[in-house]
């Protein structure tokens, strides 16, 4: 393990180093999300320096939009909440109560507030009420509020991941459309004709409710992803393809659990990643032994969206991958 030479790290961010002892967890956390920036730095770089030089890079100043861009900023959004509770817990929160001091002597917060746009006074209580819940928040409530972070970095990564991959599925828009057109039509016409043969009530019932279980026109992500991924597997795609397809699923679900207030709606997924399992159960809030592992499951979808366009991007437009402005 290659060792930083503390004193040129802290000199070269302006920092001081003390005898403070950090949270371990968060330690960890702060790290994983400065190595998934360096790995994005590192695709980003690989994939469309040439465009950026082509441009006029790095005499004409050029921003460049993509997903693994995106990826950085999601992660600097966790960097910043991680990093700030360190330094609030290193001085044991103490600034907050000069913080809320000066929120209300400036009238930044009061008694007064707007009930459907009506003035409402709080009472001395309700308002002492309020600021007792911040000093809970920052003793008794931390390990929620990362739960929560951490859902809400679940959310941002995989709506990026969902964004690009529809980009690149758009080269696409006929073959795809085709073939999940046919597809559709086929089973209409099965179930049709199985509803027709059928002697019974209760069975027409039965094929009635499985035509209606078939999608019209709209094509959902997963539809859309599977195309992708599939054209990639064509091509040599280097990971394994059964594994990304059940990692990009179960990170889906986990995501959809927002719409129901962080409970699983859906069926019970397992999923086995470097040796651990995670697990979304049925009517059941999502649950980590170690919100690390949750972190590290997420950084795949960097490497199976880099493994995609690896192999796809001579077929596919570059603006499917990237937009320049200056």
């Known amino acids: 393990m290659e060792v930083v030479d503390s004193e040129s790290l802290l000199d070269a961010i302006g920092k001081y180093c003390d005898d403070l002892e950090y949270q371990v967890g968060n330690k960890h956390r702060i790290g994983a999300f400065l190595s998934l920036k360096d790995v994005c730095s590192y695709y980003e770089s690989k994939h469309f320096l040439s465009d950026l ?11 460049i939009s993509s997903f693994f861009g995106h990826v950085k900023t999601v992660c600097e959004q966790s960097l910043m909440f991680f990093i ?30 707007l009930i459907q746009g009506e ?14 819940c911040l000093n809970d928040l920052f003793v008794n409530r931390y390990d929620q509020t990362v739960g929560s972070h951490i859902l809400d970095f679940q959310v941002s990564i995989f709506s990026a ?4 991959i529809t980009k690149i599925s758009e080269n696409y828009g006929n073959e795809m459309t085709e073939r999940y057109t046919f597809s559709r039509l086929r089973k209409y016409r099965k179930h049709l004709e199985d509803y027709e043969k059928a002697s019974s009530e209760e069975e027409k019932n039965k094929h009635l409710s499985r035509l209606r279980s078939v999608p019209g026109n709209f094509i959902s992500f997963p539809d859309k992803f599977n195309f ?8 040599n795609y280097p990971r ?9 699923d179960f990170i889906r679900a986990a995501r959809n659990t927002v719409h129901n207030g962080g409970v699983h709606k859906g069926n019970d997924i397992e999923l086995v990643h ?16 170690d919100y690390n592992d949750l972190i590290d499951l997420c950084a795949s979808l ?5 493994s995609i366009i690896t192999v796809l991007k001579n077929d596919i437009d570059k603006e499917s991958l990237r937009d320049l402005s200056t």
């Open 302 to 306: 960097v490497d199976i969206y880099e």
């Open 240 to 248: 394994d393809l059964r594994i990304d397809k059940d990692i990009v």
């Open 84 to 113: 700030c509770s360190e330094i609030s817990n290193s001085v044991q929160a103490r600034p907050l109560a000069a913080l809320l001091t000066q929120i209300l002597n400036e009238g930044h917060y009061g008694k007064k507030i």
């Open 161 to 164: 991941f969902e964004c690009w």
């Open 274 to 289: 470097k040796e651990v399992t995670h697990k979304l159960i049925k009517n059941k809030p999502m649950f980590h032994e």
């Open 228 to 235: 992708v991924i599939n054209k990639a597997s064509e091509k």
């Open 53 to 63: 030089e082509e441009s006029g890079y790095p005499k004409t100043p050029v921003k």
């Open 119 to 132: 003035p409402y006074t709080l009472s001395r209580d309700s308002l002492s009420d309020s600021l007792d």
